[in-house]
């Protein structure tokens, strides 16, 4: 007799598919970033967006090819154009023999300012069917001061699960404890290439070790950038602030009420006392048709935990530029006194 306790190869199989291993790498193609740059800078300061096609190998994501979304001006039948857009794109890469499994897509942005309820409503749509996929921010405008603004982006599990229930109130968030911090997970990028395009670069390369990079990171004007990010930091601090007041406007609300509810139900226990003493049957203390306990809707904290994460990346944006700026003014200072 067969001990039951040896797994065949097939049930070793499915409970390996079963529990797949955490993405911990999304390796992209030099030339897929490429891609992605050349077409976020030819349209901006216009935001734009693109597929990502590629391979889900355990626990790296590869992104071997792209193609962008084309930009309409009319809002009709947008959905249904775009759609059989991407289907007709994925039908020729087929043909060609390239790889046309979506695992993404990638959206340019401004000044960081990605962290929207939009974003998170097509990571969910995309997750119907994919189960792992990522989204690449690229930033035009970061990249202008020498620094290549590129990010691999997904959703944490526990807010996926909430989101699904459409519930953010304070006490499934303690629960779960969630923080605006646990919304995006940020996967790190590893660039990759063949060895014929490692060995066509080399040839590329100039003689002198200085590129425009180079020159970039030593800009000393940085007002722009710091005027817009402090502008945009304002806007989400009143942003935050009426979120706020509606926060204060609910428990002013449940404080009253649960005021009226004492009120009642002493007025109701005086009543049932007066009807014990004359042999009456007492009412019940609950009324359900009663307004006053009527429960009252409390406000979800979705948009505030989008309005801090949003904040916490200005300030680290202006906290990162600042600091290179004296950096770069300290060596400017030094090369004029020698």
Request: net charge negative; glycine share 4%; aromatic share 8%.
């Amino acid at each position: 007799m067969a001990n039951p306790t040896v797994l065949s190869f097939l049930q070793v199989a499915a409970a390996t598919e079963e529990v797949a291993p955490p993405l911990r790498v999304v390796q992209i193609e030099g030339l897929v970033i490429l891609k992605i740059i050349k077409h976020c800078k030819e349209f901006s300061p216009a935001l734009v967006t693109g597929q990502l096609l590629g391979l889900d190998v355990g626990s790296v994501l590869e992104v071997t090819n792209c193609f962008p979304f084309p930009i309409r001006d009319e809002e009709e039948e947008i959905e249904a154009d775009g759609a059989n857009y991407q289907l007709e794109m994925m039908r020729c890469l087929r043909e060609v023999n390239v790889d046309n499994n979506t695992v993404g897509w990638y959206q340019s942005t401004l000044l960081g300012s990605f962290q929207t309820v939009e974003l998170i409503e097509t990571f969910m749509n995309y997750q119907e069917n994919i189960k792992r996929c990522v989204c690449i921010i690229y930033d035009p405008s970061r990249s202008n001061q020498g620094v290549l603004a590129l990010k691999a982006l997904k959703l944490s599990d526990a807010f996926m699960d909430l989101y699904r229930n459409n519930n953010f109130s304070g006490e499934k968030l303690r629960e779960k404890n969630l923080s605006w911090v646990d919304i995006f997970e940020e996967i790190p990028i590893k660039v990759s290439n063949s060895a014929l395009v490692s060995a066509f670069m080399t040839e590329l390369e100039a003689d002198t070790p200085v590129t425009q990079c180079d020159y970039d990171r030593l800009q000393l004007s940085t007002n722009p950038f710091l005027e817009r990010n402090v502008e945009f930091l304002i806007e989400c601090m009143d942003d935050l602030s009426m979120e706020q007041q509606k926060f204060q406007f609910y428990y002013r609300n449940l404080s009253r009420q649960q005021a009226q509810q004492q009120t009642w139900l002493q007025k109701r226990r005086t009543e049932n006392m007066a009807r014990k003493a004359a042999g009456e049957e007492p009412l019940p203390e609950d009324d359900p048709t009663n307004p006053i306990f009527k429960p009252v809707p409390e406000p979800s904290r979705l948009d505030s935990y989008l309005i801090t994460n949003q904040i916490s990346n200005y300030c680290n944006q202006i906290n990162g530029v600042a600091g290179q700026s004296f950096s770069r003014l300290y060596l400017t200072k030094a090369l004029h006194e020698n």
